[in-house]
């Protein structure tokens, strides 16, 4: 790698991905498995994981597979503690339950605020707290939403887990600041993935996210895993707290 990109490098780092078995998880496993990370891919679903991994060795990166629910938090932390502590976080696993509040019940909130938000805070105690015991300095990556910034129709859940995760990110950088782990958020438009295929079907919805998006297009999960890169490397070593979003100008007006 030259100079002007040693930065970006990730030689020598160990990283977690949660719901990294498809979509955008996946890609940033193989992106930071490109830059030189080991990469440690956790979903539920063993054979994806499995393949997942497989097609990272293949091209030539170090990959393990954890498989977990996110959401049996006591589970997620023993499995944590059994592991070298992690110099990258990829707090990815999340969901989406979209209708109108009318139509919300409480199970819909468990699920999405289960997954979003409760299993994704307590995910990151049990990663950090191997970063404080190692004394490693790392990067903890959040994957919020332009969800996490505006408001949408049929999203109450989905926002309010997303601007939670916000709050979530700027108070653990500021505990966390001081030994030197950093917090943020990648805050994403629609991507095409296999949560998000379904929604497309409908010409309507399509048509009316494409007149929010100003480049006039649907983001494409490399363009996540591009900068989940910057926020695990040494390229992005001042920023913390922040909130980086890829969003096609959707929050510029
Ligand atoms: P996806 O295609 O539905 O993939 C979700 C991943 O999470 C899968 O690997 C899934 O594997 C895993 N997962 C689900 N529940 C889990 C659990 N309880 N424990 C462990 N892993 C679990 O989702 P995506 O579209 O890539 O979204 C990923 C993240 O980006 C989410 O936080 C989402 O809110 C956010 N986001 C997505 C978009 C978009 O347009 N796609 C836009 C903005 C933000 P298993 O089912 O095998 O566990």
Redesign the pocket.
């Known amino acids: 790698m030259s100079s002007a990109f040693a930065a970006f490098s990730l030689d020598g780092r160990r990283a977690l991905i ?9 890609a940033i496993s193989q992106t930071l498995a490109a830059a030189g990370a080991e990469v440690t891919l ?4 063993k054979s ?1 994981l499995d393949e997942a991994a497989a097609q990272i060795r293949a091209a030539g990166g170090k990959a393990e597979v954890l498989v ?4 049996d938090v006591e589970a997620f932390a023993d499995a944590l503690s059994a592991l070298p502590a992690f110099d990258v976080f990829v707090n ?5 339950r979209p209708k109108p509040l009318q139509e919300v019940t409480p199970d819909d909130y468990d699920a999405v605020m289960g ?2 938000l409760r ?1 994704a805070i307590f995910a990151a105690k049990a990663v950090a707290k191997g970063m404080l015991a190692a004394e490693k300095s790392g990067s903890i990556i959040n ?5 996490g910034h505006v408001g949408a129709a049929n999203r109450t859940l ?1 926002c309010a887990s ?1 601007w939670a995760i916000e709050g979530f990110t700027k108070a653990l950088a500021v505990e966390l600041g001081p030994k030197g782990i950093r917090v943020n958020t990648i ?5 095409e ?4 295929k379904p929604f497309f079907e409908d010409p309507a919805f399509k048509a009316q996210v494409l007149g929010k998006i100003k480049l006039g297009r649907l ?1 494409q ?1 490399e363009e996540v895993a591009n900068a989940a890169l910057y926020l695990a490397s040494d390229a992005s070593s001042l920023m913390t707290g922040s909130a980086m979003l890829l969003d096609g100008g959707w929050t510029a007006d």
């Open positions: 949660t719901g990294a078995g498809r979509g955008i998880g996946f956790c979903a539920r679903s994806e977990a629910d996110v959401t990815n696993a999340g969901t989406n997954l979003n299993a994957i919020s939403s332009q969800m989905y997303k805050c994403p438009t629609f991507i993935t296999p949560m998000t983001g999960v």
